[in-house]
């Protein structure tokens, strides 16, 4: 699996089950689209998260591009989660 540098998260929350993640977008993302967390060795964990919103400046979009900050609705609790945490996705 290949994976890029996704989502640098700043802060996050948990309500009901669901992750909701801030911080800046490193590669376009879109609903739907799922993302990783890596551990110490360096390989991928099995488990994607999947984005169910995205909201930016108010407003709720499909996708986002490079560069722009918003706020990612994670499906499941994203663990081990710390300011500075890089989320990753595929190619």
């Known amino acids: 699996m290949d994976l890029k540098k996704a989502f640098l998260m700043s802060d996050h929350t948990i309500c009901e089950g669901r992750s909701r993640l801030q911080g800046r977008v490193l590669k376009d993302l879109r609903v739907g689209d799922a993302l ?3 551990d110490h ?3 991928a964990k099995d488990q994607g998260f999947i984005i ?3 909201s930016a400046y108010r407003h709720k979009l ?3 591009s490079e560069g722009m900050t918003c706020e990612l609705m994670i499906l499941g609790e994203v663990p081990g989660l710390k300011e500075d945490h890089i989320l990753y996705a595929e190619g």
């Open 36 to 38: 990783f967390l890596f």
């Open 41 to 43: 060795a360096n390989a």
């Open 52 to 54: 169910e919103k995205i």
């Open 62 to 64: 499909d996708e986002i």
